[in-house]
């Protein structure tokens, strides 16, 4: 497990978070459509926190995105680097997510993020930060829909309809599993929002969440229960 010091010049208040995400939210990459589902490396990070110890976990999971086997797996512990901000989670998570993806012996892929990207109130999520700061393809698939709207996708899986701001779609609600609760794909970096949805459905042949993020919440809680004996 890689451990993580909060970074020199890391944000301490809201209003220099805020001001990260306005400069580095023009250098989101949205006219590509991404690698192509079912091909090369998929990985899940995800975050666990100690908060009464203050120390933060990440893990990232690669998976095979044909077979769904894991490929390769790395944990980072920290100290919790941001306060608890709605919409500012991303700087409570970066440092121990960057650290973990730097840990894994090979190429993450496209990567997964338990949050959201361009469903965001400043239209940059984790996913979104994420893929402006590693260069890679993101999207963000949440269990929630924010502070968004949508009209109730069909019940079969693959279902599907706009998440809205106003007239703007900043994602999808989509069904993963017949008459289950849906998840909410939104474009990180470098992805489609078609494409987007096409891996998660890929990555949810039985359950609700993806792979990746089932994988990597489960090394994330094996992490921090490791981390805080």
């Given at each position: 497990m890689t451990t993580v010091r909060i970074p020199a010049g890391w944000p301490a208040t809201e209003e220099q978070a805020r001001a990260v995400q306005d400069e580095l939210r023009g250098r989101v990459v949205l006219g590509e459509p991404g690698p192509p589902p079912g091909t090369g490396h998929v990985t899940g990070v995800d975050v666990a926190y100690d908060d009464e110890r203050d120390v933060?976990?990440?893990a990232a999971v690669?998976?095979?995105?044909?077979?769904?086997?894991?490929?390769?797996?790395?944990?980072?512990?920290?100290?919790?680097?941001?306060?608890?901000?709605?919409?500012?989670?991303?700087?409570?998570?970066?440092?121990?997510?960057?650290?973990?993806?730097?840990?894994?012996?090979?190429?993450?892929?496209?990567?997964?993020?338990?949050?959201?990207?361009?469903?965001?109130?400043?239209r940059f999520g984790l996913a979104s930060h994420l893929g402006v700061l590693t260069?890679?393809?993101?999207?963000?698939?949440?269990?929630?829909?924010?502070?968004?709207s949508y009209e109730e996708p069909g019940a079969r899986r693959g279902s599907a309809s706009p998440l809205v701001a106003g007239q703007e779609e900043v994602g999808r609600a989509l069904r993963t599993q017949d008459g289950v609760k849906p998840v909410f794909v939104s474009v990180g970096h470098r992805v489609s929002l078609d494409n987007a949805c096409a891996h998660t459905l890929a990555l949810t042949p039985k359950y609700r969440l993806p792979e990746s993020t089932r994988r990597a919440d489960s090394l994330c809680g094996r992490a921090l229960r490791k981390a805080t004996p």
């Open positions: 933060v976990v990440a690669v998976l095979d995105a044909a077979t769904l086997d894991v490929v390769a797996e790395a944990t980072a512990v920290g100290q919790v680097s941001f306060p608890y901000v709605p919409g500012l989670l991303a700087f409570r998570e970066l440092p121990t997510v960057l650290a973990a993806l730097d840990a894994l012996p090979c190429a993450p892929g496209l990567v997964v993020c338990d949050g959201y990207g361009l469903a965001h109130p400043r260069g890679l393809p993101t999207i963000g698939v949440a269990k929630n829909p924010f502070t968004f």
